[in-house]
């Protein structure tokens, strides 16, 4: 049996070619895998929230779990944070991860408020804490056009009128003059009301020609006031996107910051490290065990080499979908491969000791077995999912990808392996287990 | 004859005694330390801090200022990896506050602790609390789910009762060795437990699947064969575990590798003993009927 022969098997090519894959899918990502908080340095917070949500508050706003997390991110997004993400957990709680921050730093990102501004040709109209009331987002039944309804306060309605007739004129327009409203929504001359979070300009939109109307016929200065977007699909998410910008000033339900965690870079790196390490150590005892056991390297380097080639696939799959790699992730992976050196070692006995079978019939015995610890497994680690916290669902995924990848590609492929190291030749090898 | 043959030759019944007895003294152990709140549990069930820096010089006295400078119970502890990084870890039974976490931070200084290379971790009761149900959850809907994929597979009420109780006997007997060794069920050995409910199944899957489906050769030999196997396989977990235990420094592996070691070794008894027994028993009664 010699080595080109092996590399002809099939499913030996399916999985080098899954490992080259895997291989150039690292490669072509920079950096090659991504670390979890845990690994590359950074914090995470676990919030809860005052009530669980999905809730209604006094004035009726429906707070959900979407909202505070599309909030958070607009927040970040605003203060220039990149390397974070926001997941919910159960009805109650966010789990909130910030690569290389500072637990401090993190937790005042979380408990600090958005500092709202609205603009009007470089005037403050209002800002965040004027607002009185924000509505959810809505399709008006009278226009067809979806809308943002909100309240403000009347000192900032009366700033918001003046604000934007200075503009008005400011651009050239005397306020008296103007008949037709309608042209002058249109007008490009005039500035349009522009919100700023935490300095940086997030949407725009033109006063209405019926608020102009108020403004300058009335002379009245609105406090509810309805921020249009239009009637497409498009309008739509603009209008959740000014709720959720309007929102930003406060959040709409108290959040509790109830853990931190940090690690600094370094310690994170140490536990890389030292968990690659363990892993090569792990390998080099492994392959020892089984050499006590068959005494033969034609058997150990094919589990050792199947061992590794499962490893390179599942950090390639995590690669490609960016899976944060965090510790539980590491045990995961631990897991899985242990898992494969068990069933080859099954695999190895069943062609090995079962001699009175054809060969076909001992490895069909071996997925028999094999795919009932396969079933078992992610039986068992499905339900993680359902519970679903961070620490579990990252966990469960690589284990379930690890052994799933391992039943249907490595398996096989070492199968083949064995299959064609002792079964084409009849020499009877010394029966084993006589110590 | 071999020390396998010999071990078979004997009426393994009468050694049925070992693992039953173990179950109970486990069991025991787990329910009164679970209703008395005796069962050492990690900040990450019981809510509180863990701080962790690098431990350079003297670090005797930290706790005992730490306690002095917050008013809380301080416990401190060193660990050390392969490569002789040493680590000091500093439980704290309370659930520290920014401004708290600055004063500790100050006393560490002192020590020579740099602020930024101090790794902190802050839970508060409430959160271990959910935390901890969410880790009875997880087992427990695991090993049912597991219980259920067990009976589909087998069909047969008794081998698969005999897999199922193993698995079971595996974890209860895990706690209660964890509980008298004093090693806390924490985030990382909660993994390992799930972990166990997987591996310690692969080995009676193996028994069950060599004794009931795959039939030849006489009942000992096919208990013989499945238990170089399986024994195999249990080795190679274990060997692993071990390197993994003294390589790594990070607390959730370094949980993860002793948990699976210690319930490595319960799963041999269990597995090898207990439910060879039940199958010999099962078999050779439907061979009389």
Redesign the interface.
Known sequence: MSFEEIIKIRRVQVLLALVALSLLTMYAHDPPLSLGW?LSGGSEL?V?TEQPLPYVTPDGTTVTMELIVEIMTKRMNGLGIKDFSISPW?KQ?LIIDFAGT???RA?ELVERQGKLVVKVGNRTAFTGSELVRIAPYTKSLSTGKWEVPFTISEDAAKRFREVALEALRDAGIEPESVTDFESLANDPRVPWVEMYLDDVLVNSAPIGASLWQEFIVAGKAPRDLVLETGSDEEAEAQAKSVEVVLRSGALPIKLEV???????P??GM??AK??A??GI??II??A???FL?YRAAAIVLPIIGTGVSEVIIILGFASLIRWDLD??A??GI??AV??G??DQ??IT?EVL??R?YSMRSRIK?AF??IF??W???V??????F??G?A??KG?ALT?IVGVTIGVFITRPAYARIVEHLFGKTKKVRKK???? | M???DEFLAMDIRKFMVLPIAMLLVGLVIVVTGYTSGTLPMSIDYKGGTLL?A?AQGDVENIAEELAAELGYEVKTRVVS???G?RELEIFINH?LS?EE?KRAREVLSRYGIAE?????????P??GE??FR?AI??LL??????A???FL?FRTFVPSFAVVLSAFSDIVVTLATMSLLGIELS??SL??L??L???S??TD??LT?RVL??R?GDLIARI??AM??GL??S???F??M???F?????K??DD?AMVIMIGMLVDMINTWIQNVGILRWYVERRARA
């Open positions: 845990d676990k809860k159960g709680y500072d637990p401090e937790r109830i853990s931190v965690s940090s690690v600094p370094e310690l140490q536990f030292n968990a390490i363990a150590f792990a005892a492994v020892l065990v089984i056991r510790l539980p590491i045990a631990i897991a242990g898992t050196v068990d070692i099954v006995d000791l079962q009175t015995r028999f077995i009932s610890a079933f078992t497994t039986a068992a680690m499905v339900p993680l359902m519970i916290m620490t579990l966990f284990t084993k287990g006589k110590r | 071999s020390k396998l962790i690098p990896d392969a490569f990084n659930a920014t976490m930024d290379s101090i790794a902190s971790d802050i839970i508060s409430s959160l959910a935390f969410q959850y997880a809907f695991a090993f049912a789910f597991m259920v994929t067990i597979r985030k990382g993994l390992a799930l972990l409910v997987g591996y199944v692969d899957i193996l699947t489906v795959h030849e013989k064969r170089e196997t195999t396989m080795i190679t977990t060997t692993a071990l390197v993994l003294l390589v790594s420094s990070s959730v592996l993860v």
